[in-house]
DNA sequence: TGCGCAATTCTTGTCGACAAAGAATATGCA
DNA sequence: TGCATATTCTTTGTCGACAAGAATTGCGCA
């Protein structure tokens, strides 16, 4: 675990306030990407030595962590990466179908010339992930098309939720992915290519049921994940 | 605006976890009631002297409430309360009616004994403070009450953006009853009356369309206090 | 040997102080 | 007098240290 400092010498310039969004990204990524393991404990002391700076920028990080949900923190005892609820996704999966009809309908409404642009360089980093089989990639790439989409909806509120929505499936699939080493179908990037067509034909309706029959894809995706870690835990 | 010391030198004894919680929940009050306007700055100095304690949990606390959006941080210069967002409305009151609508409907679908009694005893505090004319207390008493009836939906994250809405719900109430001091019609009530009736009767249909219902009559609400304001205000 | 209590350790919460970055003010020159 | 620059001031960001709770260890006793 220890990391040789002969070579990592060069790290006392460090500008004013980016301690903490350095320590907060790099965190919420090892977080999301599973690197941190749900439930594993969080220590500010390693976390400063290990970044080089006091504990003050790293809790400030950890706080914001805790907002979003990330984190869970024991009063006066410990803090650790939060777990993921196996037993309460039925109102997760209500809640993400939901934003993606919301905000995929919203984005063939609100759409500017921009939005394309950005929509489209997304899914062209997603059908790369899926032509490399880049598990990681895929995901990451995905989730960053959908919040694409939802910014040409142009609806902080949605956009605010989906995007913690979206943080959460990362980690659902990423546990996916660790365990059986699936590949995400070529379906998902046609669904995609449907989608962006329906948004830039600003066809609302079909825009709005592209995203809920794409949000039900994902979510038997998970479902399925779910049902076989089931049975392969199950050992006695 | 300085205290007089003498009478307030009980406050030495304050117990560990506590100082972030009292300050956090004590701020957020003020910002929702508009005690602190919009815009106004935030000296982290003068609130530590204030409350008697280092800048240490008052930045924790500063940090938390920049995490939701109730205070704008420009970096190495001023922390303010978050300014009331009066162009882009249209985005507030899509969410807000939507969340209207489902966490109505999913109380109608998964609501307990102990949930409707916590409905009702809402609902109570709202009629009383209709009946007062107490616009502040209708105003905290509405929001809890359908907080209430998204508490019985059991889901957590269109619970969570719920409540970030009705929070900044607060604020343009709170600024329209404090320029009228009008108060909330009679109607509220029986309106609330009727969707407490779906709730029990676990109608969802009923639920969704008179939680649609209620919001566009606030989003109604809100626009004719904005209308009214601009009117107004434009005196040269 | 097993159990209850005290001491220790470990982690978090709080504090006071200092440094950096802007903003405001003062100074000097044309 | 007007403007550019230097200086001071204000506010935030960071640091190292200390204290309080909780967990752990060690000890004494039955």
Redesign the pocket.
Known sequence: MKATKTKVAAVPE???????KFVYDLLRNEILDLVLAPGS?????QL?ERF??????I??ALVRLAGEGLID?L?????MVANLDFLNMAPFFDALTLMYRVTTQLAAQNRRPEDLEAIRARQAEFAAAVKAQDALAMIATNAAFHAAIADAGRNPYFNNLFSRLLDEGRRFLRLYYQSYDDRLPQQFVDEHETMIAAIVARDTASAERLGKAHAEQIVQQIQKLMIGEERLDIAL
């Open positions: 460090r500008k004013r306030g980016s301690g903490v404990p969080i220590d500010e002391v400063a080089q700076m006091s504990r003050t920028p809790r400030e923190t009063p006066n005892r410990s803090t």
